[in-house]
């Protein structure tokens, strides 16, 4: 009997590892296109920051300008695409918000950047 429970917590396991991974992709795919619409309305002329679509913190904003990006991101192009994003910000404040960010898991502090860890969601092997 307790190989059948054994069975389904494997099992139950590995579906929540795929739907973790699903949520994952689909995160960074809403930023990539959040931040699209931003420059598109930058590019416009539109104030992006005042439009009810983007009314994001700044908290916010930082953090989902490095969920859309590929790769790591340098503190002076993280500062570039809230720019772009119509805010105006100094580098001392972004800094405070990435330490916070890399304190609490959510992004890692690499050479010469940061690079998202992804979202918080529950491993598999822990649960």
């Given at each position: 009997m307790?190989n059948?429970y054994?069975?389904?917590?494997?099992?139950?396991?590995?579906?929540l590892?795929?739907?973790n991974?699903a949520?994952?992709?689909?995160d960074?795919?809403?930023?990539k296109l959040?931040q699209?619409i931003?420059?598109?309305?930058s590019?416009?002329g539109?104030n992006a920051v005042?439009?009810?679509e983007n009314?994001?913190s700044?908290t916010?904003?930082?953090?989902?300008i490095i969920q859309a990006?590929?790769?790591k991101?340098?503190t002076s192009?993280?500062?570039?695409g809230?720019?772009v994003?119509?805010?105006?910000?100094?580098?001392?404040?972004?800094?405070?918000i990435l330490?916070?960010?890399?304190?609490?898991r959510?992004l890692?502090?690499?050479s010469?950047?940061?690079r998202w860890?992804?979202?918080?969601?529950?491993?598999?092997?822990?649960?």
């Amino acid at each position: 009997m307790i190989n059948v429970y054994e069975k389904a917590i494997r099992e139950a396991k590995k579906q929540l590892k795929s739907a973790n991974e699903a949520a994952e992709k689909l995160d960074r795919r809403r930023a990539k296109l959040r931040q699209a619409i931003v420059v598109l309305q930058s590019l416009a002329g539109e104030n992006a920051v005042d439009r009810p679509e983007n009314n994001r913190s700044l908290t916010e904003a930082t953090l989902e300008i490095i969920q859309a990006a590929d790769g790591k991101l340098t503190t002076s192009e993280i500062l570039e695409g809230l720019h772009v994003s119509g805010y105006t910000v100094n580098a001392r404040s972004v800094a405070t918000i990435l330490s916070r960010f890399v304190r609490i898991r959510q992004l890692r502090k690499e050479s010469n950047g940061y690079r998202w860890r992804g979202s918080v969601s529950v491993d598999p092997d822990k649960a």
